[in-house]
């Protein structure tokens, strides 16, 4: 069975590629919703057989439906998409983290950003953290070539050992074929849910200094000016919790 199809992408020159998947390693969908921000609109260049690549049973489809008996599907789906913010090529891979197939889809990442000519990698993340919220979300990265630095970047310091996601493990496939590589992790406080626009507002910004790109955020920053208010008045109508997010500061 075909793992994936490519199809007939636009001229493009230098892509960058960009993992935003939706999964393990995205505290409160922080990353694949920063991909699917900026994946919004795009051209479908490559798109993942859903049948070799999910289990139904953990990444079951969505079912929509009303008192009319209207209703509707939503299967899980792992695409990459073609955007050009501010002129520059860009490909996201948007979509479900999968469950099968690891080995045999780094072979297709492998091939592909070859065949695609990808400039570099760069792969979003985000972890739980004990930390406060606030209108500005830390992010940390980690780096195969310092050139793709930018200013302002912090790199982690200390070896952590944690169950890998799919998006680290294709970026190790990416990088064994020579294409350099970057990767930003927000930190997510561990008592917020989905969503939590200062860490995807964080995200984006990191992606538009690595893309050179202007991105029109101006919503995403009052939603998440609206949301840090709404957080801090229901913390100071709890004690316990004002008390618990006092001793994390």
């Not at 050139?147 to 790199?155: H, S, V």
């Not at 910004?205 to 000016?225: H, P, Y």
Request: aromatic fraction near 8%.
């Amino acid at each position: 069975m075909t793992l994936y199809t490519l199809h007939t992408p636009p001229p493009m020159k230098s892509p960058v590629l960009l993992f935003g998947l939706a999964g393990w390693g995205d505290a409160a969908s922080a990353a694949s919703d920063a991909a699917d921000w900026l994946a919004e609109d795009g051209q479908p260049i490559v798109t993942f057989d859903p049948d070799s690549i999910f289990d139904y049973r953990s990444n079951r489809p969505i079912l929509r439906f009303n008192s009319r008996d209207d209703q509707s599907l939503t299967w899980p789906r792992m695409e990459i998409v073609h955007v050009r913010p501010s002129g520059r090529d860009v490909l996201v891979l948007v979509g479900n983290e999968p469950d099968y197939a690891w080995s045999r889809l780094c072979d297709a990442f492998g091939d592909l950003v070859q065949h695609l000519d990808v400039a570099h990698l760069v792969t979003l993340g985000a972890v739980p953290t004990p930390v406060r919220h606030g209108p500005e979300t830390a992010v940390f990265c980690t780096v195969s070539d310092p050139r793709l630095l930018l200013a302002g970047d912090e790199l982690l310091m200390d070896e952590i050992v944690v169950p890998a996601s799919a998006g680290t493990v294709f970026r190790s496939a990416v990088e064994d074929v020579g294409v350099p590589a970057i990767g930003y992790w927000a930190q997510v406080p561990q008592y917020v849910g989905r969503p939590y626009h200062p860490a995807v507002l964080g995200l984006l910004q990191k992606v538009s200094g690595q893309l050179e790109a202007e991105f029109d955020i101006d919503a995403l920053e009052e939603e998440s000016r609206v949301q840090i208010d709404r957080l801090d008045e229901i913390i100071s109508q709890r004690s316990e919790a004002a008390q618990f997010i006092e001793g994390l500061e």
